[in-house]
């Protein structure tokens, strides 16, 4: 029988059932060298653990109704009005977690996953891509995280980069979308599998050595990330100074990454 990604509860604690994914521990991986989104049997146990009773009343209708009737019946599906509810029901604070609970439940697919992230709101969007891993194996969900990429929404840009991606983003893209975090200000401990993926990239430490070169000239400070990253890398490009940041650098951590 085929299992839904992501549907074993990880090993250690998680802050996204709290709405937490800036702080989010340390996950199982199910290959040991790419990330695991937090399991969803565990997410719904810490977000009921929670939720006021109402809100638990709330979303267990909503999840029954989404497994249900997953299908549109008219211009739109019960379980989608459910995923625009679910800040007020739940809370803005725990909203990210019952809307992908509530994708999960109603089994959405990669055109449903992108009809609602074309249609939804940012925090919406943000929900869609932390579904992404428990959802989609393969990488047809992509053009979602590109897009994701592309804004300057740092809440959409830190969704963007995890464990989807990690598992899925080519090389040049993901490179890309590490000078995005350091571009917009998103802590790059939201990249999930960050200390695999640049070991050993010399390309990537090139990139970060131009990006500090030209915020130098400019008389602009260098992200402090920028040097953490660098460190992972283990390149130190020709002619390039010694970075400036702490020798040992942070342990990445959110939606399910990798330290």
Not at 104 to 123: I, K, P
Not at 203 to 215: P, S, T
């Amino acid at each position: 029988m085929t299992r839904r990604p992501s549907e074993d509860p990880p090993e250690a604690t998680t802050a996204e059932a709290s709405g937490d994914t800036s702080r989010q521990q340390t996950l199982s991986a199910p290959d040991a060298t790419t990330p695991a989104a937090p399991g969803i049997s565990y997410l719904h146990e810490r977000l009921t653990a929670r939720l006021a009773p109402a809100a638990r009343v709330w979303l267990d209708r909503a999840l029954h109704e989404a497994a249900a009737h997953p299908r549109s019946h008219g211009p739109i599906s019960v379980w989608e009005l459910r995923i625009a509810e679910a800040g007020r029901r739940c809370g803005p604070e725990f909203a990210d977690t019952a809307r992908v609970l509530i994708l999960h439940a109603a089994r959405a697919d990669t055109d449903a996953l992108a009809r609602v992230y074309r249609q939804g709101t940012a925090d919406e969007r943000r929900a869609v891509l932390h579904a992404l891993p428990h959802l989609v194996p393969g990488p047809e969900a992509l053009p979602l995280v590109e897009d994701a990429l592309r804004t300057n929404d740092t809440r959409l840009v830190a969704a963007a980069v995890g464990p989807y991606a990690a598992r899925h983003l080519d090389t040049h893209n993901w490179r890309h979308a590490i000078l995005k975090c350091l571009f917009t200000g998103v802590p790059v401990e939201a990249v999930a599998d960050l200390p695999r993926r640049a070991r050993a990239d010399a390309e990537l430490a090139r990139m970060l050595a131009d990006y500090a070169a030209e915020r130098t000239a400019a008389d602009r400070p260098v992200p402090e990330d920028l040097h953490r990253v660098l460190a992972l890398t283990g390149q130190l490009p020709t002619g390039a100074p010694p970075p400036a940041g702490p020798d040992t650098p942070a342990s990445p951590s959110p939606s399910g990454k990798d330290s």
